[in-house]
């Protein structure tokens, strides 16, 4: 992959008018270079791992990167991860700023796998992405996730994709 640059989002098939029908294809086993790659940066609030008002934070930040003209052509992702059992962090692609959200950067090698499974099967996601980057880097620990379609469109579509981000340097 080229710096700064993600697998191709194809966001042309969505039926449910909420999120699109996601295409894994050229998403596994792929290494992603950030050099300072822009993101919005959001969190929300969980009970025991479990999102409260994820929904809402996402509408207001893809509302705000819209309205910018900020959105990321074919470059789309959200990379989440548990900083708590209470707190979650979601970094949203951009192509630049978006007044009214926080910014922050993505700066690393990192490394890609497509899971596919119910959202209960995170946290063994999680130990498998994290050996997978410690077999490169035996200091690695930064995990993300990229929940492709949320729970309703992901029944809709018959197959709930998740890809798997983890840093390597």
């Known amino acids: 992959m080229r710096t700064n640059e993600t697998p191709h989002y194809d966001a042309s098939v969505n039926t449910t008018g909420c999120c699109p029908k996601f295409n894994p294809g050229g998403w596994d086993d792929q290494e992603l270079h950030f050099t300072d790659k822009p993101f919005v940066r959001a969190t929300t609030h969980s009970v025991m791992h479990v999102p409260v008002n994820m ?8 509302e705000h990167i819209d309205d910018a ?3 990321a052509e074919g470059q789309y992702i959200v990379l989440s991860r548990d900083l708590s059992p209470w707190t979650s962090e979601h970094l ?9 959200e926080e910014m922050t950067t993505l700066t690393g090698d990192f490394i890609t796998k497509v899971f596919e499974g119910a959202f209960e099967q995170v ?12 077999q490169r880097n035996p200091k690695a620990a930064d995990v993300y996730f990229f929940y492709t379609t949320c729970p309703k469109c992901a029944a809709a579509y018959g197959k709930n994709y998740v890809v798997g981000v983890a840093k390597i340097t």
Do not use: T
Request: proline share 3%; net charge positive; glycine share 12%.
């Open 55 to 62: 929904g809402s934070v996402f509408a207001r930040a893809s």
């Open 92 to 100: 949203f692609s951009i192509s630049k700023a978006v007044p009214g």
């Open 123 to 134: 946290r063994g996601w999680h130990e498998e992405m994290l050996e997978l980057a410690r």
């Open 69 to 71: 003209g900020a959105s």
